[in-house]
Nanobody
């Protein structure tokens, strides 16, 4: 069974930074595309960033130049460095592991609140 545990969320002022971490159990990490998604109140869950097992990156336009996704296969961990945070970045951030196109796993999420 694969488990994903997010950490690093919290309250930060506009312009500040946070780093989210997602630790994965199980044996699929090295082959999985890992991703971060977010869901704001009243909105649908949306893609933030993904990183493939080969290191290819994809970002939502709204976070390009501000967020950086990375992975450490030795630690089974994926990170999301978030800089220049804005109030509209406020959401629950979810980690996703997709070892195959037909299925994926989700973490429980971590709250990020950007407010002065």
């Amino acid at each position: 069974q694969v488990q994903l545990v997010e950490s690093g969320g919290g309250l930060v002022q506009p312009g500040g930074s946070l780093r989210l971490s997602c630790a994965a159990s199980g044996s699929i990490f090295s082959i999985a595309t890992m991703g971060w998604y977010r869901q704001a109140p009243g909105k649908q869950r949306e893609l933030v960033a993904t990183i493939t097992s080969g290191g290819s990156l994809n970002y939502a336009d709204s976070v390009k130049g501000r967020f950086t996704i990375s992975r450490d296969n030795a630690k089974n961990t994926v990170y999301l460095q978030m800089n220049s945070l804005k109030p509209e970045d406020t959401a629950v951030y979810y980690c996703n592991a997709r070892p195959h196109i037909s299925y994926s796993y989700w973490g429980r999420g971590t709250q990020v609140t950007v407010s002065s």
